[in-house]
């Protein structure tokens, strides 16, 4: 089966650093998404992971581990817009489908 | 570059109606991908085209259907409606080409089913 995990809400302090963790389990890998989605509004590409590893763009990394299905995204420098929710995707399915976790919902506050 | 469009933005049905939602892709962007997604959780799959050819389908009814046109745009529509179709549905672009093929979201469209 398909199951993408990662936990419902976090909270963290401006300034601070957040790691957010997904676990999954998929038929067909073809690489692993992270999407941030403000409440109401469409989800925005942040990062791409295909082979494992760490990948820097500017304050957010992503990391992958395709032998234990993991992945996490590291948001740092915390700024109060990083509230929202952050969306683990897997491509796969032989189609490039995107099979997506719940998501996790970030608070930060002052 | 315009982005994805979607219209409507909202959009308020009674059970049994029907709807067609539109998204217009990315310039050059030749794959459409439609996703539901429901308050607290994270978009479903329904449907994949590239170059007007059905690529794949979620495990939705047969209710909802879709097509692509031959300047890439896509209509989904949906028969029948239910009070549990009401949900945020999200067309997505990509280039339809490779792996790792990045897809984009469109604003969506906000279904409320009464």
Request: proline share 4%; glycine share 12%.
């Amino acid at each position: 089966g398909q199951n993408i995990d990662q936990p419902t809400e976090m909270t963290a302090t401006e300034g601070a650093i957040v790691q957010i963790n997904c676990t999954y389990q998929t038929s067909g890998f073809n690489g692993l998404f992270w999407y941030q989605q403000h409440a109401g509004e469409a989800p925005t590409f942040l990062s791409y992971n295909v082979l494992d590893g760490l990948e820097e763009k500017g304050r957010f990394s992503s990391f992958l581990s395709r032998s234990k299905g993991y992945s996490y995204l590291l948001l740092k420098e915390l700024q109060m817009k990083d509230s929202a929710s952050y969306l683990c995707a897997v491509l796969g399915g032989g189609y490039n489908k995107l099979i997506f976790g719940a998501g996790t919902r970030l608070a930060v506050h002052p | 570059d315009a982005g994805v469009t979607q219209s409507p933005t909202h959009l308020i049905k009674t059970r049994g109606q029907h709807v067609t939602l539109r998204c217009s892709p990315i310039s050059g962007h030749k794959s459409v991908s439609w996703y539901q997604q429901v308050l607290g959780q994270g978009p479903q799959f329904i449907f994949q085209y590239y170059e007007k050819e059905e690529r794949g389908r979620g495990n939705f009814p047969d209710r909802f259907s879709a097509r692509q046109f031959p300047n890439y745009s896509s209509e989904l529509n949906v028969n029948a409606l239910l009070l549990g179709d009401s949900a945020l549905y999200l067309c997505a672009s990509s280039s339809g080409q490779g792996a790792g093929d990045t897809q984009y979201f469109g604003p969506g469209t906000r279904l409320t089913v009464l």
